[in-house]
């Protein structure tokens, strides 16, 4: 199993509510749809706390494949191109992280 983790800066012209709201309704269900995607989670920000530092990204994303050749294999899917597309629409391109990592659970 490989999972893509992808940390997201919203584009500075969206509220935070705008921003989760867009994300999850209608970005969510598009990348939902990536052939060979076996888990999809997002992970949204909470309000922040002045106990605690503040986030460098607004959320992160994750995603699950079978295998390498499966993410490739998506990549290379039009439903994959739509939700790249989609994108555009709310997050900040100049601010994200991506990697593929494999999962090692510890507990």
């Known amino acids: 199993m490989v999972k893509v983790?992808?940390?997201i800066a919203k584009k500075p012209e969206?509220?935070?509510d705008e921003f989760h709201r867009y994300w999850r309704d209608?970005?969510?269900?598009i990348a939902a749809r990536i052939p060979g995607l076996r888990r999809y989670v997002q992970s949204h920000?909470?309000?922040r706390s002045a106990e605690l530092r503040a986030p460098e990204y607004d959320g992160v994303a994750e995603v699950w494949f079978d295998d390498m050749d499966a993410l490739l294999g998506a990549m290379d899917?039009?439903?994959v191109r739509a939700a790249l597309e989609?994108?555009?629409n709310f997050i900040d391109h100049s601010d994200t992280a991506?990697?593929?990592?494999?999962e090692h659970q510890v507990l």
């Open 5 to 7: 983790i992808y940390c």
């Open 14 to 16: 969206l509220g935070d």
């Open 26 to 29: 209608v970005h969510g269900p």
């Open 45 to 47: 920000t909470i309000a």
């Open 77 to 79: 899917s039009d439903e």
């Open 86 to 88: 989609d994108e555009k």
């Open 98 to 102: 991506l990697f593929v990592t494999e």
